[in-house]
Structure formats: structure tokens, C-alpha cells
């Protein structure tokens, strides 16, 4: 792999292949997981309601016998994609973690 490395007092490029050290570090710099995104209980609600996917959560959280899940969603301030009780409702919902991603995705985008 190269890089084009260009002198701003001349103006000239040049060329030369990236060191072992530089390829380590693009290469963990890559690898590094993004933050776990975050969404208010509205947003939440109303990207299930507009998936068509809340009546199963509600009936889902509702049929738990965890109280602790149904404090969550009713009493939360904030949902976090990667947090136990999504984790859970994705399980008994049969999603996977690149559905959750997908509907937080879609949940911060949504006002307000």
C-alpha cells in the first residue's frame, strides 16, 4: 500500500510505500468498534412503531416476568444499542445485532 505525500512550502509530491508501523496503525485504527449509539425512548418507540415492530416488543416486555425489563422500557431516559435489555428483547424477538444496528441506525434520526 502507498501514500502520496505532498511538501506544502514546494508544492511537489512524492510517493513511497506506507512503513510496517503506519500499516499496523491504519490497520488498527480500523479495527477500533464504534460507540454504541444512543436514542431517547420516543425515538425508540417510534422507529418500532414505523418497522411495525413495537407491538411485539410491548407484548414481549409485557409476558416477561424480569421486572427489571419492564422498568426499563417504561421508565428509561435513554436506550444504548448494545445494553442487556436490548440485547434480551433482540433475542426473544429473533433479531440479530445487525437488525438492532439497523433500527438504532434509523431511531437517531427520528425527532425528537
Known sequence: MQVVELNVL???TTTRDYTPDELAAIQAAQSIPAAPLICTPFQIR???TQQGLRAQVEAAVAASTDQTIKDAWQYAQQFV????????????????QADIHALFQFAVTLAP
Do not use: C, P, R, V
Open 46 to 48: 417510534a422507529a418500532l
Open 10 to 12: 514546494t508544492g511537489q
Open 81 to 96: 444499542e448494545n445494553d442487556k435489555f436490548i440485547t434480551q428483547m433482540a433475542a426473544a424477538l429473533g433479531k440479530s
